[in-house]
């Protein structure tokens, strides 16, 4: 579930914000992410990192800097001190309104912006980095005409295709933030993800900040991943990073509350934005569901019949494993394949779930028959066998 919100900044102008939930809306901890220089909360890797985050109980703040993506104000008037004041207008909001945050992450100057920030935050409790510089000074690289800016004040530049108008206060901004000196101040947990490829902020950049960075500091490689983290699976593999490292150094509630609506045991949430790929949570626990490729998915996770035959095997081997206990057989493994087929027989269409069992141990064939033969009788493959009532209905708010 995603909200749109209107966040009033220092100068009055409007900050435009996206507050993804969880599937059953209940909030563990909240978060925000700062984007990237030029960028907006709209890229993908904001848009899945924050949407993954709340398959864990995040509720996540993606916001626009001003003069960028959907925020009012003139980006030639900003520099990375309107960056810091943007994210402190944000977390005050959200302290405000909802819940204080206690994570913040950024991705690229939006982690350099993370770190200064979270120093003068004491409500933030731990930090994600992605692809970020050591030092805020470190964007000036991708600016050609830093002369030119500096001696006629302004240049209008092309980042990404898109034109910018940079000032002279811009870089001279920069100069005035220090990384290096507020990294080694920070005495909470700091994770850093970053790429070995990366062609924009090289990974020398997560090495000096792990440097600098007090434990506990964590790091992942992003292995094979580009600097915008363009691939969607690199982008949900941080997001499952970032919460698992994260659950570490939070405290996450284990007995977590029912899913609504009237006390659901499983909700899956699809935002149109992200195609087929769908979030399965049953308020403890998160699975992703997807299409293949071949029919525009992403295959991020498991087509919706393969979840059906996931649960037959599932509930197959559980099955055997409590009546092999019970009658004190020496089964050690059970593997369950299965297929599923739609034919047409006599003119009758069909659909058939084959599965194939193995049993590993030390059994008797007639054990092994009658295992095969309670294999049929788990609860789930009953259920499919009988044919199962679904009541479709419109959940009134």
Known sequence: MKTQIAIPNSNGETLHATLELPANKKVEQYAIFAHCFTCSSQLSIVRNISNGLTQYGFGVLRFDFTGLGRSEGD?????????????????DY??????????????SLGGAAVLVAAAKLANIKAVATIGAPADALHVSHLIADKEDIMENGAASISIGGRPFTIKRQFLEDLENHDV??????????????????DTVVGIENAAKIYQLAHHPKSFISLDGADHLLSKKADSLYAARSI???????????????????????????????NHFTTQISNGRHGITADEPKSVGGDDLGLAPFELLQ????????????????????????????????????????????????????????????????????????????????????????
């Not at 980006?75 to 977390?91: G, K, M, P, Q, R």
């Not at 959200?94 to 991705?107: D, E, F, K, V, W």
Request: charged share 25%; net charge negative; with cysteine.
């Open 75 to 91: 980006f030639a008037d900003t520099n990375f001190s309107h960056n810091l004041e943007d994210l402190i207008t944000v977390n």
């Open 94 to 107: 959200l302290s405000q309104h909802y819940r204080a945050p206690t994570l913040m992450i950024g991705h």
């Open 180 to 197: 290096h000196t507020i990294v080694p101040k920070l005495r909470i947990p700091i994770l850093i993800l970053h790429s070995p490829q």
């Open 243 to 273: 919460a698992t490292w994260a659950d570490r150094y939070l405290g996450f509630d284990d007995e977590r509350e029912p899913l609504k609506p009237d006390n659901a045991q499983v909700v899956a949430h699809l935002d149109l934005e």
């Open 310 to 397: 996931a649960a037959l095997g599932a509930c197959t081997n559980m099955t055997l494993k409590l009546y092999a206990e019970r009658k004190k057989w020496d089964l050690r493994e059970v593997y369950t394949h299965m297929s599923f087929v739609r034919d047409t027989v006599d003119n009758e269409k069909m659909e058939t779930i084959t599965k194939m069992i193995i049993l590993e141990g030390n059994l008797t064939e007639e054990q092994e028959n009658r295992l095969i033969e309670i294999a049929a009788k788990c609860p789930v493959n009953k259920t499919l066998l009988a044919g199962v009532n679904i009541k479709t209905l419109q959940y009134e708010q």
